[in-house]
């Protein structure tokens, strides 16, 4: 079982930055890649970022390319998203998720562990 707890949400003007952090229970011994995913009200969770947590390979929707970087710091066991220029299309709740299995790197139905998520919030 792998419990995961984000943290670093919060609120800020378009072109600000946020950095996400998820504490693990449990790293990578256990899973197969870590990602952070997003939902916003009404519409279906998304795929952020991913990475392959063996090999430290790393994924991205094509909407945050070039202002998002995901990354992981096995010593801490701690999964982080740094946002950068971000948007008010960002504004969604971010969840942290792990899947224990081999997976379709940000597609959500293939995580099986997932945090409570943390509110991110744009402003124009």
């Known amino acids: 079982q792998v419990q995961l707890v984000e943290s670093g949400g919060g609120s800020v003007q378009a072109g600000g930055s946020l950095r996400l952090s998820c504490a693990a229970s449990?790293?990578?011994?256990?899973?197969?890649?870590m990602g952070w995913f997003r939902q916003a009200p009404g519409k279906e969770r998304e795929g952020v970022a991913a990475?392959?947590?063996?090999?430290?390979?790393?994924y991205y929707a094509d909407s945050v390319k070039g202002r998002f970087t995901i990354s992981q710091d096995n010593a801490k066991n701690t999964l982080y998203l740094q946002m950068n220029s971000l948007k008010p299309e960002d504004t969604a709740m971010y969840y942290c998720?792990?899947?224990?299995?081999?997976?379709?790197?940000?597609?959500?139905?293939?995580?099986?562990?997932w945090g409570q998520g943390t509110q991110v919030t744009v402003s124009s």
């Open positions: 998720a792990a899947s224990s299995r081999l997976a379709r790197p940000t597609n959500p139905y293939d995580y099986n562990y």
């Open positions: 990475i392959a947590t063996g090999v430290g390979t790393t």
């Open positions: 449990r790293y990578t011994y256990s899973t197969y890649y």
